[in-house]
């Protein structure tokens, strides 16, 4: 167990990489590479819409179709739940595929063990040759699903990258593409196969198919070993790595390099984070690095969609203060970014909060870049938005966050979190 805590991810080198800020730099970048596709396009996306943002990369994925493209979209089941219909509307008659990760159109779907275990990240991938990597939805800037048009566009990022690790994107595509399509459709495919006139014959068939499929996925391992090898001999500038934390072996990934970037910071943290109730580890790491005098500062939501992250957020607010964090909440708009960078070396742009739905139950998406012009970008990003945040004050505290009522709040917010983890069936936090 402890040995898998102090592994790190591998950094691979040879990338070109971008920050893309919100979806008006995002969505026409993703478009205009899925308009050069050649060979496939892979997608998957936490929640969608049928706005235009949708509808312009819908129609990319169209034109890729008819130009014989491959293209494979998966989304999961209750973020894009109301606009499935429309998705569906739109693809009819294509070759496009569109799988539903864990869907619940079905009122026992609600009550199906893993149902709070949900696909949130957001990667999109290109020919093997760009990948597009972060926090932002398929869904535009100025509309929130349930409050409507806002006045001001939300905070968010991503990248667009190239190099060996999008390889590494693009097997995660698949697999979260494969796992969800066959949870759709292997049970008709099984039903069909065994009612045929010939069933030997069709069952023949179908065993065929899978062996090619498990022999071109084993040719496909093998290059990607050699390939990985390759990239690991040149560790040039950019050097990257693709994190993705499952439900199986990289249940801690994400986490863990966070773990690493705290626990060596000498300078400088700057944290942008929507949902932030971070592990007790996490929180000790950043204790331990205010204590070494490294300068902390979390940007966090100011404007709160949800009463609880608010809660649990400013629960931590008077320790944090206490040990000299400086904590910024954003209020220029909806806050959905989840970026960090550390001693102006090292950066993380993702899918990935720092609360027990992400960083246990989900399924997420970072790159981690070791790379001072990337951190640099990152830090440039957090500069700006602090313009547009106000800083929370020790002796201008939030309602009820001190006393009584502040100490009632944070066991409040600890019994939730663990009862909540308890009904997806995990560990404790």
């Known amino acids: 167990m402890m040995r898998g805590w102090r592994e790190r991810a591998l950094p691979q080198g040879g990338h070109e990489l971008g920050l893309l800020q919100g979806g008006d730099a995002l969505f026409p970048a993703m478009a205009e590479a899925i308009d050069r596709a050649a060979h496939d396009v892979w997608m998957a996306s936490y929640i969608v819409h049928t706005d235009a943002a949708s509808e312009a990369i819908v129609q990319a994925l169209l034109r890729a179709d008819r130009r014989g493209v491959r293209v494979r979209v998966v989304v999961d089941g209750f973020g894009a739940r109301e606009a499935l219909p429309w998705w569906r509307e739109r693809l009819q008659g294509s070759r496009v595929a569109l799988a539903v990760f864990r869907p619940i159109d079905r009122w026992w779907h609600w009550f199906q063990p893993g149902q709070l275990r949900r696909l949130h990240q957001k990667l999109c991938v290109v020919d093997e040759a760009v990948a597009f990597v972060g926090g932002i939805n398929l869904l535009d800037d100025r509309w929130d699903l349930r409050h409507g048009a806002l006045p001001t566009p939300r905070l968010d990022f991503a990248v667009r990258v190239s190099g060996p690790i999008v390889a590494d994107v693009h097997r995660t595509v698949r697999r979260l593409w494969t796992r969800a399509w066959l949870g759709a459709d292997f049970g008709d495919e099984l039903r069909a196969l065994l009612t045929a006139p010939e069933p030997l014959h069709r069952a023949r068939q179908w065993i065929d198919a899978r062996w090619r499929d498990w022999q071109g996925a084993r040719a496909e ?51 942008i984070c929507p949902y932030f109730y971070p592990s007790a580890r996490l929180l000790r790491a950043l204790h331990r690095a205010a204590g070494r005098g ?34 910024f909440e954003y209020r220029a708009a909806f806050l959905h970014a989840k970026v960090a960078q550390v001693d102006g070396r090292w950066a993380t742009v993702g899918s990935s909060n720092l609360d027990p739905t992400s960083l246990v139950l989900n399924l997420e998406a970072n790159v981690v870049v070791w790379d001072e012009a990337v951190a640099a970008q990152v830090r440039q990003a957090f500069e700006a938005a602090l313009e547009g945040a106000e800083e929370v004050l020790a002796e201008r505290p939030p309602p009820g966050w001190r006393g009584l009522r502040g100490w009632l709040r944070r066991r409040l917010v600890a019994w939730a979190a663990q009862l909540y983890l308890r009904m997806a069936g995990n560990e404790r936090y």
């Not at 950019?238 to 626990?263: C, G, K, M, S, T």
């Not at 500062?297 to 320790?319: I, K, N, P, S």
């Open 221 to 271: 391992a093998l290059a990607w070993r050699r390939s990985r090898r390759e990239a690991l001999a040149d560790l040039r500038p950019v050097r990257a790595a693709f994190v993705r934390r499952d439900n199986l072996v990289q249940r801690h990934a994400i986490e863990r390099e966070y773990l690493h970037a705290l626990r060596e910071a000498q300078q400088a943290i700057d944290l």
């Open 294 to 327: 490294v300068r902390i500062r979390l940007l966090l939501q100011g404007q709160f969609d949800y009463r609880l992250a608010e809660m649990a957020a400013r629960a931590l607010y008077a320790d944090l203060l206490a040990r000299g964090v400086r904590v």
